[in-house]
């Protein structure tokens, strides 16, 4: 009689392990089996233009009051180069984590399912098998590593390809970058909103920030869709205008002078007007399979992006020089020295005159607050994004006996950590843009251009470096770039590290000998 309980004890047993080993052993479809969808493409190519967009049709033009045109020129399409190298860079080490992620979660997976719970406490303990196919549906549910596990950010790639002090250096200079960038968008929004509504802007920053925060950290779930149809508006407006601008540019016919001993002037505001949209891809990468050809066209919606950014911005450029003086009372040096964005004197050459166009007034105004209040949840989301990746990466198990205020903090849970790094962020984006209210050119062309060289000139470039090593090369991915772009790298590094070191010598000059 024993030994017939013994047997049937040990036939239970048998039974519990099959059905637990399936439960954990499941068949997993790869990402890579699901085409990416067409929407992911178009909202990328919208992304990438929002993001970079505003700032070269409102600052640009301001930095040729002593260039011209054809000096300009040459400098951003050398920084257009430049940063679709980046680009190129950044879908590359997107990749190789991303495939790295898969492979530690499949190998994690694999270790735990060989013994992921002892089959004798369970036949000891009475569970039934329903009980333990419910256990074993909740341990992968609730498991940390099935949450969010597929998505990489700016920081998750400081910490796989630097080092890890050079990981915390990497962190600084994108939130640098993401604060200074942000706090312009919200100067020139609060201006563009005071000359729309007749209000004075300084009370205007306030509203401004935080109800777009709100806007960011609240409706992710729509914000690829709302960027989207506000950037294709935005674009149907900025193609109007232009096209209006291109008219009383040929009327006016001003002639404008190209000087080659300025070219440097429109050099530091020209890396952050084509720049930025490298912190934005790891948010449209998430959603992107990792399929050859679907990465190509991801990578071909990029770089067609930047593409009509630059030839939009040409164009601007060059009939603003056409219409606007490059000195005197109302002209693009007057506008540089308040800290005005370009249409500002462009809206006042014709209303004084062009009475005919008037209405032009109108319409860049509704552009203006359009660009801006796209550019800054734009921004605001890549900001967001590299956040919640802190967020991912700091989170441990809250030790019970734990008193110390300082550990508590560390070990608070995921939601808290999110609104305290929010409430944190916008909070010093508002008080940085309350307290340089004329700051707009200032901020975008120093410090902005400075944070966003540092990241992808110096950082990038070393990331794309260590990324070819043996240590990496085990993790293939679906499009690796040829040899000769990658050797780009140099040329990049170089040409970044080259314009940080002019930045810091621009300041230093107008800091000790009043150079401007």
Known sequence: MEDNIVKDEKDKNETLREINLKSWIKPRTP??????????????????????????ILGVPVKLAKTGFYPFFVTYSICFLMQCLVLFFIVELLQRAKVAQNQAHEDSDEDESLNPITMSDLGSSGVSLEETDQANHENVIQ???????????????????????????????????????????????AEAYGHLFSVNYEFLILPFVFLFALVVIFGAQFIQAIISVLTFTKGSVLVLVVFITVIVGNEANSDSVSDFTYVGRPFLISTVALGGAVNLIPVCFTKVSLIRFD???????????????????????????????QSGDISLMSAEREGQIATIPLVQIIQQQFPQYNWIATLINVFIVLSITVSFITMSTGM????????????????????????????????????????????IIYVLAQTNPKGFIIVLEYFTSFALNVEIGIFVSFMMGYSRTSKWQQYTIP???????????????????????????????AIFFDYS
Request: hydrophobic share 50%; with cysteine.
């Open 31 to 56: 990402e890579t089996s699901q085409k990416t969808p067409l929407f992911i493409y178009i909202s990328t190519f919208f992304i990438v233009i929002a993001t970079v967009l505003g700032t070269g």
């Open 143 to 189: 498991s940390p590593r099935n949450t969010s596990n597929n998505i990489v950010d700016l920081h998750l790639l400081g910490k796989l390809f630097l080092p890890k002090k050079a990981t915390r250096l990497f962190d600084v200079a994108i939130m640098v970058q993401f604060f200074s960038i942000i706090v312009s968008y919200a100067l020139a929004g």
């Open 295 to 325: 990465l190509k066209k991801f990578m071909m919606s990029i770089l067609l992006a930047e593409f009509v950014v630059w030839i939009l911005n040409v164009i601007w450029c060059f009939y603003i020089l056409k219409i606007v003086p």
């Open 384 to 427: 967001k994004h590299v956040l919640e990746g802190f967020v991912r990466s700091s989170q441990q198990e809250y030790p019970i006996t734990t008193t110390n205020f300082l550990d508590r903090l560390k070990y608070m849970g995921p939601n808290s950590k999110r609104a305290l790094l929010f409430i944190l962020s916008f909070g």
């Open 479 to 509: 499009y690796e770039l040829p040899r000769w772009l990658y050797k780009m790298r140099y040329a990049a590094m170089f040409f970044f590290t080259f314009a940080i070191i002019y930045d810091v010598a621009i300041v230093c000059a």
